[in-house]
Each structure stands twice: as structure tokens, then as C-alpha cells.
């Protein structure tokens, strides 16, 4: 139960309690943008029980950003102490040996994905432009979240593939193993993501295979990385869908009142759609291609 048959502690044993501690760490680092955010409110609601902290957030960007950007940090900072200090690695084995080719093809591949994902929503009439492509929005958001994003697809990226991927693979399990599990914990952290929807789940998992892939066939996580920001950023704050159930900022804003949840992903965004399920599969052949060329 405890060990494998090589006499090794089983990568289970280092997850879960990586894991735990993550969740721990990201409540933890978020509350300063909390308190800050209550102590600038509190005198405006007076006695009011009837308090929504997300509902506040959504009218403070900055303090949204230290109150995530500070979760996230504290993800960042349990990964790199349980990966150097009990699994005994360095960053460069985590896969965090930077690589400009890789991380420049995953933005613009991520980028690319969810603009085209816009256009066939978009030309089909399934979403509906609020605003001219001439007359973007530009906001307090559009930098604090672009903040946010960049720590986002560090900090999952270095746990669900670099801490999880390389756990499992140093107790030599299996490939598939390596992708499904790292993939299958990856979605199940969105699980409790506002609007979740089960094809936004699947979705999830699907795309944690495809990082999965990047992963392994670069042994770097920059193309993930860079994947994972734009896919994230595109989404919620250039063409402004939500991103995994949370409220968008846009440069641009949508309408998918009309349109078909199946493409647009409803409440969800984009990731709860078909669509999203065509362009990851795209993606690895993409990966496949960008591979081939680079060796």
C-alpha cells in the first residue's frame, strides 16, 4: 500500500499531501486581498449580513487580483517547497529550464485556439458582439487580470504536470497512467468552479492530456505555460467569455443568449463547448507538428 515493488514510497503518498497543502496555502495567501477589500467596504454596508465577497471582487480588480494573485503565489510556493525539499529535485527537473521556442509557439497557439473559436461563434451567429472591433474596452482589468493569468498558468502548470507528471514518473508508472491521472486531478480541481458543467469537466480533462503531451514530448513546461496563459487570457479578457465559470472583463463584449450552449460553452464559456473539444484535439496535432519541426 505504502510502497511499490521497487521498495519506493508510492507518488500517491507525495500528491495528495502536495495537494492538500496547495488548497491550504491558496486560502491562506488570499487573505490580505480579502481583509483589504471588507475594510475598504465594511463602512459602505454598515450592518448588513447580506455580504457576497466575489459580488465586492467583481468592483475592485486590484484587490481581486491579491486576493487570487495571492492564492496562487501561495500555490507557486508549496509546489517548489514540496518538489525541492521532499521530493528532493530542482527546478530544472520540475521542467522549469527556460525554453523561448517553446513558450512563445504555446501562446501563440493557445491565442490562436480561442480566436478561432470566436470566429466560427461569431460567423455562425451564435454570439453576438456588443462592442466594434474598433471600440475595444480597456480597463484596470485588462492588466490586473493579464497579472493574474501569467501566475495562473505558472502555478497549475508547475503542480498538475511538473509536480504530478514527474512524481508519478520517477516511481515509473506507466505513460498513460502519468497523463490520465495528472489530467483527472487537473479537472477535478475545477469541479467546484462557478456554472460547472460536465462537458466543461471533460473539456478539462481533455486539455490536462494535451498539457500532459506538451509536457512530456518538449521535458519543458513553457509550452504548456504559454498555452495555458493565452487559452485563459483570449477568453475571458480580449473576447470576453467566462473563463471556467468566473465573470469575463473584456476587450470586447459578448452576448451567447442566442447561441447554442453545445458551441458556446454557456455560463461556463468557452470551455464547456464543443468547439473547444475540436481545437484541443487540434492541438495536438499542432504540438505533434511544432515537435517534428523543431528536432
Do not use: C
Not at 82 to 102: E, H, P, Q, V
Not at 249 to 264: A, E, K, R
Request: zero cysteines.
Amino acid at each position: 500500500m505504502f510502497k511499490n515493488d521497487k521498495g519506493q514510497v508510492r507518488a500517491g503518498w507525495f500528491i495528495v499531501p502536495a495537494f492538500i497543502a496547495m488548497v491550504v496555502a491558496q486560502q491562506v495567501f488570499a487573505l490580505p486581498g480579502i481583509f483589504l477589500l471588507l475594510s475598504s467596504e465594511m463602512p459602505q454596508l454598515g450592518s448588513s449580513v447580506d455580504v457576497n465577497v466575489m459580488e465586492m471582487l467583481d468592483n475592485h480588480p486590484w484587490f481581486f487580483l491579491i486576493m487570487q494573485g495571492g492564492g496562487v503565489l501561495g500555490s507557486i510556493l508549496i509546489t517548489y517547497i514540496f518538489w525541492r525539499f521532499i521530493n528532493k529535485g530542482t527546478l530544472r527537473t520540475l521542467g522549469l529550464k527556460f525554453s523561448n521556442a517553446d513558450f512563445l509557439y504555446g501562446l501563440f497557439l493557445g491565442a490562436v485556439s480561442i480566436s478561432i473559436i470566436f470566429i466560427l461563434l461569431l460567423s455562425t451567429g451564435n454570439v453576438t458582439l456588443l462592442n466594434s472591433f474598433g471600440s475595444p474596452e480597456f480597463s484596470t482589468y485588462t492588466v490586473a487580470f493579464l497579472i493574474l493569468f501569467i501566475l495562473v498558468g505558472l502555478s497549475e502548470e508547475m503542480f498538475f504536470r511538473g509536480y504530478v507528471m514527474s512524481t508519478l514518473a520517477s516511481r515509473n508508472n506507466p505513460k498513460w497512467v502519468i497523463y490520465v491521472v495528472s489530467a483527472v486531478i487537473f479537472s477535478i480541481a475545477h469541479g467546484m468552479n462557478p456554472n460547472v458543467s460536465l462537458l466543461g469537466l471533460l473539456n478539462i480533462l481533455l486539455v490536462g492530456l494535451l498539457f500532459a503531451y506538451m509536457f512530456d514530448v518538449t521535458k519543458s513546461l513553457w509550452l504548456p505555460i504559454g498555452y495555458h496563459m493565452t487559452w485563459n487570457y483570449f477568453q475571458g479578457n480580449v473576447f470576453g467569455f467566462p473563463v471556467s465559470g468566473t465573470t469575463p472583463h473584456g476587450l470586447y463584449n459578448v452576448s451567447v443568449d442566442t447561441g447554442n450552449d453545445w458551441l458556446t460553452g454557456g455560463a461556463f464559456g468557452l470551455e464547456g463547448g464543443l468547439l473547444a473539444t475540436l481545437l484541443i484535439i487540434l492541438g495536438f496535432f499542432a504540438t505533434r507538428l511544432y515537435v517534428r519541426w523543431k528536432n
